[in-house]
């Protein structure tokens, strides 16, 4: 494992810790975060780690006008027995390179990224909050810094990490959500960003959300750009049915992200014997399904929830309620033993988890 050789100023002095019984997500910051810079000229120059502050950029920068910024999310888990461990950060880091690549963003060192993120973290630790299903949420990303309005890729990025404490996802029993299937908009399309972690993503979703909210539902389901039939993503997760007895998930088409709990739960299941058939799956195949007693579960999956059961889909004034709205006992299963392995609970049989 490669070591990068960063530069500490630590703060003088420190922020009073939030009530960690309490958290709201991606409210609270730590201490300190870490900065990486890149030009064409010098390539990775300058790795630090700072106070947590405000971030100077030339107002033509290149993120403000054309978007270029990446993302990944990941989080750091306090063991009972006062450890730290990273869940798949490796699994992170790779797929950072791969948003920077469809972004024609300079790819980044994975190991020596992964370095500055657990030093960063180990210095952090006190910010690592200990009840249960609580974690400290990490967001490394990247921003085009160039200031020119010409369109072309920028010359300069800066690479970042922030960590934020968290509380537990699910404070009072892991409750199914209700979902608008959306016919309007789309979330993404063959041949553009989907599979790619960035930011205008998720700024061409924040209409169809507001829409479902407002009518009581709490996401939605993404259907295909094309011909709005084929099954994506749900809100920012990716999504599971067990249909008939059958695992089911839509396979990564370009437009899908490729979430890392969702490939953590194809292997699961697989240790388990249990088959994932990854296809194509359209929102007729599950009204079909629902009216035939067949659809058994349906749940979403992404680092911050880990598994979303699904309690009913609205789609096209039609409400098709699963498994009386209650959590199935495979996406119960699934849950306890993925947050098992992250919070060291479980052994882990598949070396996902890193120490500290
Ligand atoms: C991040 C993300 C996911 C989930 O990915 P995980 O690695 O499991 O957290 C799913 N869909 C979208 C659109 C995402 O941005």
């Not at 630790?125 to 200990?130: G, Q």
């Not at 739960?265 to 929102?283: N, P, S």
Request: aromatic residues 10%.
């Amino acid at each position: 494992m490669k070591e990068l050789n960063i530069d500490i100023t630590l703060c003088t002095t420190m922020k009073k810790k939030p009530a960690f019984d309490r958290l709201e997500f991606g409210r609270n910051f730590t201490d300190h975060m870490f900065i990486w810079n890149y030009s064409v000229e010098k390539g990775w120059h300058d790795p630090r780690i700072v106070p947590y502050q405000p971030i100077t950029l030339d107002p033509a920068a290149t993120v403000f006008h054309y978007g270029q910024s990446v993302f990944e999310g990941l989080k750091a888990y306090h063991t009972k027995n006062e450890q730290i461990l990273l869940f798949r950060p490796d699994q992170n880091m790779k797929r950072l390179n791969r948003s920077n690549d469809r972004l024609c963003m300079p790819q980044i060192d994975e190991e020596l990224a992964l370095s500055a993120l657990q030093q960063l973290v180990s210095l952090e630790r006190e910010w690592i909050p200990t009840e249960e299903g609580t974690s400290l949420y990490i967001r490394p990303y990247m921003i085009a810094t160039e200031p020119y309005l010409g369109v072309s890729p920028s010359k300069a990025y800066q690479f970042m990490i922030i960590l934020s404490p968290v509380g537990a996802y699910y404070k009072e029993g892991i409750n199914p959500v209700k979902i608008a299937v959306e016919n309007d908009y789309v979330r993404a399309v063959a041949g553009g960003t989907g599979n790619a972690k960035t930011a205008g993503n998720y700024a061409g979703s924040l209409k169809a959300s507001e829409i479902a909210e407002q009518n009581g539902y709490s996401q939605v389901l993404w259907l295909d750009g094309k011909e709005k039939k084929y099954i994506e993503e749900v809100g920012s997760m990716n999504i599971f049915f067990k249909i008939n007895g059958e695992i089911i998930t839509p396979e990564l088409n370009g437009s899908i992200l490729e979430g890392i709990t969702r490939k953590s739960i194809i292997e699961l299941l697989e240790h388990w014997d249990i088959r994932v058939v990854e296809r194509k799956i359209t929102m007729d195949e599950i009204r079909q399904a629902s009216i035939d007693g067949h659809l058994e579960e349906a749940f979403g999956t992404g680092t911050a929830a880990v598994i979303s059961p699904i309690g009913e889909f609205l789609w096209k004034n039609e409400k098709l309620i699963i498994n009386d709205g209650k959590i199935g006992r495979l996406s119960k299963k699934l849950y306890d033993t993925l947050t098992g392995i992250q919070y060291g609970n479980i052994t882990d049989p598949f070396g996902w988890t890193l120490k500290l």
